[in-house]
Every structure is written in C-alpha cells, then in structure tokens.
C-alpha cells in the first residue's frame, strides 16, 4: 500500500458534544437544557433514551483524557453546555460549571492535547427557550453574554474557540424539519430567523471572544453536503444548485461577506415560504456577521443526487435510486471525493486560509466478535478514505 505522509502541522483530533457525552444533567447547578426536555418527552426518541447519564464524562473525564492520550491524539474539540454555566441562559453563573471545564481543560493541557471549545453545540437552556429561543431576536444577546463569561473563564488557556455547530441542523433541523431540539416542524419563518440569530450571534461574539482571550484563533463550524445533480437537465441542475444554497451556501455566504445568496431569497420567496423576504435583518446585522474569522470548521459525512420533482416544479428531491454506492447504517451514502470536492471549494472559492475537518465519520452497529473484540473494519475502511482525500485537498494547496 502507498504510504501518505501529512504535514507536520496537522492536527489529529477527535471530537464530541456536551449533550453526547456528560451526563450529570441535574448536577451541581446546571440548568435544563432542550434536549434534556426533547429527550423526557414521550415520543419524542425512538427508544426513548436520552443524555441523563450518556457516557458520564461529567464524572469519568480524567479517564477519558487517559484514553485521548492512549490513542495518541493532538487535539480534543469538546462543546460547552451552556446551562452548565448560565442555568437561566442569561443572570447569574454556576461557579461549578466553570469549575468542571477549567478542570478539562487544565487536564488536556498536562496531557499535551490542544483543547478546541465550541460554544453551542445545540443544547441551549430550556429558561432561554421558553423565552422565545433562536427565533427571539434576544437570544442573539444572551448567546454573547455566555460567550463573554466562558471566554474571560478560559481565555488565558484556551486557544482555539468555535462559535457554533452546525447553523443548518440548529435552524432547519430543529425549526422546520422537527428533528432535533425544540422539536417544531414545517415553521420556515422560525427556521429563517432562528439562522440568522445564530449567525448574528456568531459575528458579534467574535470580538468578545478575541478581547478576552489573547492571542486566539475563532472560527464556526457549518455542516456541508456534497451536491450533485442527477442528470443534466436544466430542472435538475435548478434543483441541485437550490438544495446546495439551502443547505449549503445559505450558512457559508453571509459568512464570508457576500450575504445571503440571492438566487435563493428568490426561491423562497416565490415558493411562498419566506413571505416577508429578508425582514428579519437589521442594518448592520450582515457586517456583523462577516465578522473576520481565522478557520472554518468543516463537517462532512454524505453527498446528495438531487433531482427537480417535475420539470414544471424544480424544487430538489433526493435522486436515491441514482446514489448506488454503499451506505451506512443511517444510509448516509459513502463518498469520500465529496470531502476532497468540498475543501478545495471552501479554500478556492471563499479564499478561506485555514480549515478543520472538525466531524467526519460514519454509523455502524458492530458489537464485539468472539474475541471480545469490535473488528470494525468498515468504520475503518471509511475513515482511511476519507483521510485520504483530505490528502489529496493537501496536495492540491488546500490549508
């Protein structure tokens, strides 16, 4: 096999999410968040599990660090839960909270592990919920004060700060798909807003973030599919190009400074659900949000075939039958040239200077095999993939 050599400066990390892992949701002062009360709700989860105990890194993370440092790894991105720090989203702030992450992180640091922070990786506090969450214009403020005490907290050891995980599953995953946390389906005025507060949080809170921690780099993390078209059909590639700034261009236009893509505002007004078109902006809101960042953090997981629903109606429908790679247990198709297309956009196309591969990875099921071990070789055989077409991104000059 040919051997591949990565740069001396490339970081290998792992990630996860507070909600995935911790636990201890009603410990030492933390707030409810919404996916504790997602997960509570009957109905709501399949198997009706939830986050209550997770993989209790609350109480296990010193053992977990021993296990980052046994895989031998560089850096560790982790999110913060917010109601772990401000239970009510806004007011006072819980000394414990502070405390457990001033904990891991000093901890990742004596094991020479470079901590990455993510400010919201989708768990908001169910107090800031009730007062209207993403869609309420105000938790753009409440988001920058909690970015304000966690970043004076960690700023001095702490380098690496991501604003936000994923705008797309925070804002039409959760808001107009109904999949994730608060749960509302088919509210495409929500889901617009509720995006643009994320990113206005986002812009704003950059600069606090930079003021309190000296000498940091800032960035966010959008989560990206490759889109492609099913045939070459004029209604085809419409639809392509439509599902590609939904999804896509929507999040990583406004930014890189070049707003929302216009072709898409067009679409959706037209298409009845963006009745008010871009009201929900301010002046100044879109300078802000452009705000200067220092790297992008890239989710990849899939590609989409997109295909129009009638030559008539060009508005993007999966093209599955088109797709006919493997995929995975959660029939994710697997395509690795996707993340190698994807990067190379992102650096040539936006001029963006450094980039994170911050998630990739796939969904299998396989449990241990007679020797007690998990012979998880297809989980393998993706990441060497993937790894390789990050590779090939290297050598075509992506950073």
């Given at each position: 096999m040919a051997t591949f050599q990565f740069p001396d400066n490339f970081l290998w990390g792992t990630a996860t999410s507070s909600y995935q892992i911790e636990g201890a949701w009603q410990e030492d002062g933390k707030g409810e968040s919404i996916w504790d009360r997602l997960s509570h709700t009957p109905g709501k989860i399949v198997d009706g599990s939830n986050g209550d105990v997770a993989c209790d890194h609350y109480h296990r993370w010193a053992d977990d660090i021993a296990l980052m440092q046994s895989l031998g790894l560089q850096a560790y991105r982790f999110s913060i839960a917010w109601p772990r720090i401000l239970p009510?989203?806004?007011?006072?702030?819980?000394?414990?909270?502070?405390?457990?992450?001033?904990?891991?992180?000093?901890?990742?640091?004596?094991?020479?592990?470079?901590?990455?922070?993510?400010?919201?990786?989708?768990?908001?506090?169910?107090?800031?919920?009730?007062?209207?969450?993403?869609?309420?214009?105000?938790?753009?403020?409440a988001f920058v004060e909690y970015a304000d005490v966690i970043s004076r907290h960690l700023g001095d050891r702490v380098k690496n700060w991501i604003t936000h995980n994923e705008p797309w599953c925070v804002s039409f995953l959760s808001h107009q798909i109904g999949e994730h946390a608060p749960g509302w389906k088919d509210d495409w005025g929500a889901a617009f807003r509720a995006a643009h507060h994320v990113l206005l949080s986002h812009g704003l809170a950059v600069p606090v973030i930079r003021a309190n921690s000296a000498g940091s780099e800032v960035g966010i993390t959008l989560n990206f599919e490759w889109a492609e078209s099913a045939s070459r059909s004029a209604a085809d590639l419409t639809a392509t190009r439509w599902y590609d700034g939904y999804f896509n261009r929507w999040f990583v236009d406004p930014v890189y400074g070049r707003g929302y893509p216009a072709d898409m505002v067009e679409a959706f007004?037209?298409?009845?659900?963006?009745?008010?078109?871009?009201?929900?902006?301010?002046?100044?809101?879109?300078?802000?949000?452009?705000?200067v960042t220092d790297f992008l953090g890239v989710n990849y997981y899939t590609r989409k075939v997109m295909k129009a629903q009638s030559e008539e109606q060009p508005f993007p429908v999966p093209a599955n039958e088109v797709a006919t790679l493997p995929r995975t247990e959660m029939d994710w198709e697997i395509y690795p040239h996707g993340l190698y297309s994807l990067l190379c956009r992102m650096h040539f196309n936006y001029?963006?200077?450094?980039?994170?591969?911050?998630?990739?990875?796939?969904?299998?099921?396989?449990?241990?095999?007679?020797?007690?071990?998990?012979?998880?070789?297809?989980?393998?055989?993706?990441?060497?993939?993937?790894f390789m077409a990050a590779h090939r991104a290297i050598l075509a000059g992506v950073p």
């Open positions: 009510n989203g806004t007011g006072d702030v819980n000394q414990a909270g502070l405390d457990f992450y001033s904990r891991l992180v000093d901890g990742l640091l004596e094991a020479g592990i470079t901590p990455f922070a993510t400010l919201y990786h989708w768990d908001m506090p169910q107090a800031q919920q009730d007062r209207g969450g993403w869609p309420d214009r105000a938790t753009v403020d007004t037209q298409a009845g659900i963006m009745p008010g078109g871009l009201d929900f902006v301010q002046p100044g809101d879109m300078a802000a949000i452009a705000a001029g963006i200077p450094k980039l994170y591969v911050t998630e990739n990875g796939c969904s299998y099921s396989d449990g241990p095999g007679e020797d007690g071990a998990v012979h998880d070789d297809r989980r393998t055989d993706y990441m060497r993939q993937h």
